[in-house]
C-alpha cells in the first residue's frame, strides 16, 4: 500500500486519543479478513503487539469473544486468578499474565453485519473505566472503524479524504477533553451501506471489500462517497469486477 | 380534527396492545421501531414518519421510516445540518412547522428538499426521558396545517414507546450502558441497509420492496428482522431461499 501514510496518520490519531483519554498504556487495531486472517494494522507498542500475537496463537482471548459476541469484553486484572480471565481463556491468561498488563479492554469494530475487527487496550495498572470514558472509548470504536476502513482502500490519495468527508464530518469530541488530536468521523449515510450490499452481488466479494471497493472508487475518481453510492444505486455506473485489486480480496492480504 | 372517533380509538388501543406486547416478550428493536413508524402514519395522519436516533458523536441518525424511498430517508439525515429534527434534539421539545414555505430561512436545504419531495408541513417530536434526549420523531404532512393536541399528544405517546424500548434494556442507569444501547441499535439500521442493497442487487429490486421481502421474509419464518438481515449479509441464507413474495 504505497499511499497509506495519509490513513495510517489517520489510525495513529484514533490511537493517540486513546492512550491520552483512557488512561491506557497501550492500543493495538486489529482487522479480520474474509479468510479469516487477522491482520494487525496499528500498535502503540511491542507489548500490544504480543497480546495480540497470543491471541491469533492460541485461538482465544477477550479481543477473540469481542468479536464474536459482538460486545466490549473488559479483563479487569489479569493476575486475578479468581477472575473470569482464568476460566475463560487459560492458555491466553497464563501467557498475557507474564507481560505486563494488567487491565485489558477489548471492544469490536462493527460495521453492519461484518465483524470487522478489533480495538483493544491494556493498562499496566488495574485500571476501571468511568462513565465518561467508556463513552469516549464506543466514540473511538466508531472512529477506529473508518480508519480501518481507509487503511483497508487501496491507494488512497491524501488530498482527497477531505472530499470524501464532504457528507458532513464532525469531530467527535473523544479526546478533546484531554487535548489531544481531535479525530474525524464522516457520516456513512444509509445509501453507502445500501450501494455495498448492492456491490456484494454485483462483485461477489463481502460486505467489508464491497464497502472497501465502493470508498476506493469514489477516492480514485475524487467524487463524494454519497455520490458514487446514489449512482450504484441507480444502476448508471457499475465498478470493475477486478479481483486482483481487492486489497482484502481472498488471500490477498495475509 | 378535535376528536378522536370511534375506529381511530380501536386502532389507537389496537397499536399500543401490539407495542406493549412486543414490549413485554422480547423484541428486536429495528422491527420495533418499523413497527412504530407505520403507526405514526396510520394514526396520527400524516403522510410519513421516520424515527432518528443520536449516535455516540451526538448526531442524528435514520433508525426506521415509514417508507425505505431513499429520499425520505435523505430527508431526514440532511437535518444534521439544519432542520426540525435538529431543533427538536436540542431543545428537548416538539418543533412544529406547520408550513414549510415559511421556513426557508430557518432550514433553507431541508425546506427545499421537503417540498420537492412533496412535504408542506413537518413536526419532530422529542424522544425523551427525564434529561435524556435520545432522537426525535419526524413527521412529514402533504398539506400545510395545523395539528391538532389530540394528534400531538397520541404521537408523542408514540415516540415514548421508541423511547422506552431503548431504555428497558438498560442494565444500569449509566450514559455508557444508553451510549451502547443507540449504537447497538442504531448498527442494527446498518445491516438493514446492507440487506436491501443486497436484495435489490440480487433481485433488481427498488429498496422498498427489497425491504418488504426482507420483513416478509422475517414475519413469515416468525425471525427477528434484524436477524434475517444479517444472515444475508453474512452469506448464512441465500437470497434464493427467501419466502416468495405476496403481491
Known amino acids: 500500500m504505497a499511499d497509506s501514510d495519509a490513513e495510517l496518520s489517520r489510525l495513529q490519531r484514533v490511537a493517540d486519543a486513546c492512550l491520552h483519554s483512557l488512561s491506557v498504556t497501550g492500543v493495538s487495531v486489529s482487522v479480520t479478513t474474509s479468510g479469516g486472517h487477522r491482520i494487525v494494522m496499528h500498535a502503540s507498542d511491542a507489548i500490544a503487539v504480543r497480546l495480540e500475537e497470543l491471541q491469533s496463537d492460541l485461538g482465544e ?27 475463560t481463556w487459560p492458555a491466553f491468561t497464563d501467557a498475557a499474565v507474564e507481560t505486563p498488563a494488567r487491565t485489558l479492554f477489548a471492544l469490536p469494530l462493527l460495521l453492519g453485519a461484518a465483524k470487522l475487527g478489533v480495538l483493544q487496550m491494556y493498562s499496566e495498572r488495574v485500571t476501571t473505566w468511568t462513565d465518561e470514558q467508556q463513552v469516549r472509548a464506543l466514540a473511538l470504536s466508531d472512529a477506529a472503524i473508518y480508519a480501518a476502513l481507509d487503511l483497508l482502500t487501496d491507494a488512497i490519495p491524501a488530498d482527497s479524504l477531505e472530499p470524501a468527508m464532504a457528507s458532513g464530518p464532525i469531530r467527535t469530541s ?3 477533553s484531554a487535548g489531544s488530536a481531535e479525530v474525524i468521523v464522516p457520516i456513512l449515510r444509509s445509501e453507502v451501506h445500501q450501494a455495498a450490499g448492492m456491490l456484494m452481488s454485483d462483485l461477489g466479494v463481502d ?13 480514485a475518481q475524487g467524487r463524494p462517497v454519497i455520490d458514487v453510492a446514489r449512482d450504484i444505486i441507480a444502476r448508471t455506473i457499475r465498478l470493475p469486477d477486478d479481483n486482483a485489486s481487492g486489497p482484502i480480496g481472498r488471500g490477498g492480504l495475509s | 380534527m378535535s376528536e378522536l372517533n370511534t375506529t381511530r380509538e380501536y386502532r389507537v388501543a389496537e397499536t399500543f396492545v401490539a407495542l406493549t406486547d412486543t414490549l413485554v416478550t422480547g423484541f428486536d428493536v429495528a422491527d420495533l421501531f418499523n413497527d412504530l413508524a407505520g403507526a405514526c402514519v396510520d394514526l396520527l395522519d400524516v403522510h410519513a414518519a421516520g424515527l432518528m436516533l443520536v449516535d455516540v458523536h451526538g448526531r442524528l441518525r435514520v433508525m426506521a421510516s415509514s ?5 425520505l430517508l435523505e430527508l431526514m439525515e440532511i437535518q444534521n445540518d439544519a432542520g426540525p429534527c435538529l431543533d427538536c434534539y436540542r431543545d428537548g421539545t416538539p418543533v412544529l412547522a406547520e408550513d414549510l414555505g415559511a421556513e426557508s430561512e430557518r432550514w433553507p436545504a431541508f425546506t427545499e428538499e421537503a417540498m420537492r419531495v412533496g412535504f408542506r408541513a413537518a413536526y419532530a417530536l422529542p424522544m425523551r426521558l427525564r434529561s435524556d434526549t435520545i432522537g426525535a420523531l419526524n413527521l ?13 399528544r397520541l404521537g408523542q405517546a408514540l415516540a415514548d414507546v421508541a423511547t422506552i424500548a431503548i431504555l428497558q434494556e438498560r442494565a444500569s442507569r449509566s450514559g455508557a450502558e444508553l451510549s451502547r444501547q443507540l449504537q447497538s441499535a442504531l448498527n442494527s439500521r446498518v445491516v438493514i441497509e446492507q440487506a436491501k442493497g443486497l436484495l435489490a442487487g440480487r433481485m433488481e429490486l427498488e429498496m422498498p420492496d427489497a425491504f418488504d421481502r426482507l420483513r416478509d421474509h422475517a414475519r413469515g419464518t416468525r425471525q427477528r428482522l434484524s436477524d434475517v438481515a444479517e444472515a444475508l449479509v453474512t452469506g448464512a441464507l441465500d437470497p434464493d431461499e427467501l419466502l416468495p413474495h405476496e403481491s
Open chain 2, 140 to 152: 412529514f404532512h402533504q398539506q400545510p396545517g395545523e395539528v391538532s393536541d389530540a394528534t400531538l
Open chain 1, 174 to 176: 473523544a479526546g478533546s
Open chain 1, 207 to 219: 460486505i467489508v471489500e464491497a464497502t472497501v471497493r465502493l470508498r476506493g472508487h469514489a477516492f
Open chain 1, 61 to 87: 482471548g477477550p479481543g477473540l469473544d469481542a468479536l464474536a459476541h459482538r460486545q466490549t469484553v473488559i479483563v479487569d486484572d489479569l493476575a486475578d486468578r479468581h477472575g473470569t480471565s482464568w476460566a
Open chain 2, 67 to 71: 417508507s425505505e424511498r431513499s429520499r
